[in-house]
């Protein structure tokens, strides 16, 4: 029964359109119990990167070391299935995410780039910690000012490393570890 294991990701892209940018790399962090069990990063070659200058400066990702260190979509796809298969089994993965639809936008859009189902891993539903937070603003006093993954680090004193920011696998990380304090934070603000 995987009811208590959830599947963080996150993506790293060569910009905001997932119809003309590329898919760069993907985080992905499995929380079972409220524990991180297991992580996976997947780096993507390409023999032509679709990237915006401005989504370059962001992430300051290397495209000719990408190339070099990273996987085909057919060795990306088939690694992330065995990592999935290993964590969830045979059924599908919920998966978490701060702003999560533009990650799960890519990821669907290099699914069925490749003829895979995207359906067949992922589950429908999703967990957005955006979303939450927005929702505990709203319900139970979250201030504000704590909207964006940064801020929310800040405010629960989680450590931010500056080197490994925009980096899927550390970016998946840190929103697996904030979806922990928000959890923390209802059990310890309820009425």
């Known amino acids: 029964m995987t009811k208590n294991k959830i599947l963080f990701i996150d993506t790293e ?83 978490a995410g701060h702003n999560v639809y533009f990650d799960i936008a890519f990821l669907k859009k290099f699914y069925y780039e490749h003829q895979e189902s995207y359906a067949k891993n992922f589950h429908h539903r999703t967990v957005d910690t955006h979303s939450i937070m927005y929702f505990l603003q709203e319900t139970m006093n979250l201030p504000t000012s704590v909207h964006s993954l940064t801020t929310a680090a800040d405010y629960f004193q989680l450590p ?28 310890n603000n309820q009425h």
């Not at 915006?52 to 299935?81: F, H, P, S, V, W």
């Not at 920011?165 to 998946?172: E, F, G, K, P, V």
């Open 13 to 95: 892209t060569g910009g905001l359109n997932e119809q003309r940018h590329s898919l760069l790399t993907i985080g992905f962090v499995v929380v079972e119990d409220d524990q991180i069990i297991d992580t996976l990063e997947i780096l993507l070659k390409e023999e032509n990167y679709q990237v915006e200058a401005e989504a370059m400066l962001i992430n300051q990702i290397d495209l000719n070391q990408l190339y070099l260190d990273g996987m085909t979509a057919q060795e990306a796809l088939l690694k992330i299935r065995h990592f999935i298969e290993k964590h969830f089994g045979n059924e599908r993965a919920t998966v």
């Open 160 to 187: 931010l490393e500056d080197d490994a920011r925009h980096t899927a696998l550390y970016d998946a990380t840190l929103t697996a570890k904030v979806y922990l304090k928000l959890k923390e934070y209802t059990k």
